[in-house]
């Protein structure tokens, strides 16, 4: 009975706030499912819906569009003479999901959606079950799962440790080196700092991500530790100093800081310099309009750093910004690395889709998502099925939540039709944890804050958050992998995230594993 008068006073509670629901006077196991799983009243205003859905035909004719379209699929079992890997950092299944309703509607597709194969990655790490981005793209790109922090190192060097890095024999390369072994090109393109975790995975092996520059890691270990900060491995290293294509954020991690006011290194350095004196070819550009106006047949190894830190987010940039955009960069780089005959590894992030979902800002965070797809849907203009690899996913996906039985057409950024046992709004999208918390609890009077007060539009809103952190969290269940292209089959399933660089060197006969080279 003590369920069963729960049960009741909840239904009560939501009729107070405009719900027609009856009260319950059945079961207490009937009234707890009806809970769960409630008939919301019909919107004052009928939702615009795609014409046709409400007949049993639109969704039947749908279903047998959708095997006929798998039945006369061909599988592509060429050699794939081109990679590209696209990451959405933090892009978990809730994000595209949301994101959709930002082209039209729940209904509609991101680019990638319309891939043929798609498979779930597994994206612990060697000591946590949820991941960072370091770690995870030691996985995605080396084949080998690490400890959390780490870049291209195994598994047995913790985060932060100054020594068992400098050991040699516990470094991994990524498929990029193994690309450019077999005389392709390799490249990057990111919306963060180019020294950030998921492009650093491309060159560099480091115990501590945060080792960006000299300082960073001086901090850490001392002045003469021997350790290479990742700034220095790009420019220097063997995978670094050999990539064609370098294109995103993070000019501070370059320039001595005696050089630049905004510069952040201790060693006198000026890399970005040191780039362009290697070779008179070389091409270093800072602006969209030069990255536009530029002759891709010119450069020797072209260099585009467009912001001193991250790039800013898309939604953020006016008609003044002198950043390009994802697909711009996207396109020019395939413009580039497709002069080499021998082909390409091309890795491209959209970065920031993290960093919104860390702030709670869903908003930004999901408008990064569409700039994401923008960018997928250009390479897959440019380049053909027939013997360029697409493989898209995500590192690891945040503690978001898209939820609240909203309506069919309605503002996934506004409330759902439900208010709280309190009397409260609650939002369709809110996140388990957070720096908004606070914003939206009262610790005093132990209430919620109405939401709808604090959210009105603007691309710096700040979603609900349950516990209080300075940051949110990343959440660790399964990501997926969309893939098109040669053996794009391969990538079918569940399966550790150390798989993928796996999977696309055999498809490309690249590295000394298993290949389709190798193998026939």
């Not at 750093?305 to 960069?329: A, C, G, I, R, V």
Request: overall charge negative; aromatic content about 8%; some cysteine.
């Amino acid at each position: 009975m003590f369920l069963l008068s729960n049960v009741v006073i909840v239904i009560g509670l939501l009729s107070g706030c405009g719900w027609a629901a009856p009260e319950c006077t059945r079961s207490a196991e009937y009234c707890q499912d009806r809970l769960m799983h409630p008939a919301m009243p019909e919107p004052r205003q009928q939702q615009p819906r795609v014409e046709g859905e409400e007949s049993t035909a639109y969704w039947r004719d749908q279903g047998m569009q959708f095997v006929k379209q798998k039945l006369g699929a061909q599988l592509k079992q060429g050699k794939a003479k081109n990679v590209i890997m696209f990451l959405g950092d933090g892009m978990g299944v809730t994000t595209t999901s949301a994101a959709r309703n930002l082209l039209g509607g729940e209904e509609q597709s991101l680019s990638f959606d319309h891939f043929p194969y798609t498979g779930l990655s597994k994206t612990y790490s060697v000591d946590l079950t949820v991941p960072d981005s370091a770690c995870t793209a030691t996985a995605y790109l080396c084949g080998v799962k690490a400890q959390e922090g780490t870049i291209g190192v195994n598994g047995a060097v913790p985060r932060t440790d100054c020594k068992v890095m400098l050991d040699e024999s516990t470094h991994v390369d990524s498929i990029a080196k193994w690309a450019m072994d077999a005389g392709k090109w390799a490249g990057l393109v990111t919306t963060t700092r180019v020294t950030h975790a998921s492009p650093a995975g491309v060159y560099a092996h480091i115990a501590e991500r945060d080792w960006e520059n000299d300082a960073d890691v001086a901090a850490d270990c001392g002045a003469d530790s021997g350790i290479q900060d990742i700034a220095y491995q790009l420019a220097n290293g063997e995978v670094g100093s050999k990539l064609k294509l370098i294109m995103g954020g993070g000019r501070k991690n370059f320039v001595d800081q005696s050089l630049a006011d905004w510069g952040k290194r201790t060693d006198g350095r000026d890399l970005i310099e040191e780039f362009k004196a290697a070779d008179a070819e070389n091409v270093y550009v800072t602006t969209v309009d030069e990255l536009m106006a530029l002759d891709v047949t010119q450069p020797q190894r072209l260099l585009g750093l467009f912001q001193d830190d991250h790039l800013q987010y898309h939604m953020q940039t006016n008609e003044s910004s002198t950043q390009p955009t994802l697909e711009q960069m996207t396109r020019k780089a395939i413009e580039y690395m497709s002069q080499n005959e021998q082909g390409y590894f091309l890795f491209i992030e959209g970065g920031r889709i993290d960093h919104g979902h860390h702030d709670n800002l869903a908003r930004l965070s999901l408008d990064e998502t569409i700039e994401f797809s923008k960018a997928i849907g250009a390479a897959r203009e440019l380049t053909s099925e027939e013997d360029t690899l697409l493989v898209v996913t995500a590192d690891h996906s945040h503690a978001f939540s898209y939820a609240g039985y909203g309506y069919r057409g309605a503002d996934v950024f506004g409330k759902a039709p439900a208010t709280g046992n309190d009397g409260i709004p609650h939002m369709i999208l809110s996140y388990a944890n957070g720096p908004s918390a606070e914003n939206y609890y009262k610790a005093e009077t132990k209430e919620r804050i109405d939401p709808t007060t604090l959210i009105t539009g603007s691309s710096d809103d700040e979603f609900p958050a349950g516990v209080p952190l300075d940051s949110e969290t990343h959440g660790g269940d399964d990501v997926l992998v969309y893939a098109s292209g040669p053996w794009s089959h391969l990538f079918t399933g569940v399966y550790e995230q150390s798989t993928i660089p796996h999977m696309m060197a055999y498809s490309a006969c690249l590295g000394d594993g298993l290949t389709m080279c190798s193998s026939s």
